[in-house]
C-alpha cells in the first residue's frame, strides 16, 4: 500500500509569505498614492500662478518672477 505525502505546502503560502505579498501590494499603493498627490500639488500651484498672471496684466513682470524664479 502506497502513502499519500501531503505536498499541499508547496501550494499554499505560509502566514509569512502571505503577509509579505500583503505589506509589498500596501507599499506599492502607497507610493502610487505619494506621487499622485505630489503631481496634483505641483499642477494646483502652476494652474493657480497661470490664473493669477491671466487676471491681471499690470503686476506680471514682478508675479512672474515671485512665483518662478526661486
Known amino acids: 500500500m502506497t502513502q499519500k505525502t501531503n505536498n499541499n505546502s508547496q501550494s499554499n503560502p505560509t502566514s509569512a509569505e502571505a503577509q509579505e505579498r500583503v505589506v509589498s501590494s500596501h507599499m506599492t ?20 500662478a497661470w490664473i493669477a498672471l491671466q487676471v491681471t496684466s499690470q503686476y506680471d513682470v514682478q508675479l512672474s518672477n515671485f512665483l518662478f524664479t526661486r
Open 29 to 48: 499603493q502607497d507610493l502610487k498614492n505619494a506621487v499622485l498627490i505630489v503631481s496634483v500639488v505641483a499642477n494646483l500651484f502652476i494652474l493657480s
